[in-house]
């Protein structure tokens, strides 16, 4: 049985997917959420095995809620709906940590096919999608890693972790100014855009651990 969490701020939008999540014999709702903090507390009380968001929904929202749960559990399977579909914003639920994301548009069974194919592992996008959009390749992250330089290294890695541009520029002896030139640079030669991004590419290739959050 796959065990989801269903977030989204819509009681009526929750309870049209939990029925048809309910409606396949392999799939059970274990908790709903309308907030990212209620959404982040049920996956702490009871992680399950996919966790199904919208992006748009107060407490933090769906972006913060796939950044705090992938601190705390880098494999977690996240799968992302919204009524938005612009490359840019998929992208980002990408790049932030999302294995999957479906427009609210799409086909109801997609849904369906999405958690499943999340839990066994893969990767999904909706068919009204942009294929390319899912494509990472690992070998080329690393080989982008070892492109930076060692005070680019140090400034990555501190930024992965949380830390402000300030006390980055504290720690290093660097001015603020320098420092954010650094990380302009940084996110351009490792093709992300947001702080999620850095963070969750570190996880990856083991720059940093993943913290309890």
Do not use: W
């Not at 997609?110 to 899912?134: E, K, W």
């Not at 006390?167 to 030139?181: D, F, G, I, R």
Request: charged share 20%; with cysteine; proline share 5%.
């Amino acid at each position: 049985m796959i065990r989801v969490l269903l977030a989204d701020d819509h009681p009526v939008v929750r309870s049209g997917y939990l029925r048809l999540l309910e409606q396949a014999h392999d799939i059970r709702v274990i908790a709903e959420a309308a907030t990212g903090e209620d959404a982040y507390a049920a996956f702490v009380a009871d992680p399950p095995d996919v966790l199904a968001t919208d992006l748009a929904m107060p407490g933090g929202g769906g972006l913060e809620l796939i950044r705090r749960v992938l601190l705390r559990a880098p494999a977690a399977r996240i799968l992302v709906f919204s009524m938005y579909d612009s490359p840019p914003l998929v992208r980002c639920a990408l790049e932030a940590g999302a294995r999957g994301f479906l427009t609210k548009a799409a086909a109801p069974q997609s849904l369906v096919d999405a958690v499943r194919a999340l839990h066994a592992g893969q990767r999904y996008l909706g068919a009204d999608l942009a294929p390319g959009l899912l494509q990472r390749d690992p070998a080329r992250e690393a080989e982008r890693l070892a492109d930076l330089s060692l005070r680019e290294f140090e400034i990555f890695r501190l930024l992965a972790q949380g830390h402000s541009l300030a006390e980055c520029a504290q720690a290093l002896k660097l001015s603020p100014k320098t420092v954010s030139n650094h990380q302009t640079v940084i996110k351009d030669k490792l093709g992300v855009t947001t702080s999620a991004a850095l963070a969750h590419l570190a996880i990856r290739h083991r720059v940093i651990a993943s913290a309890l959050v």
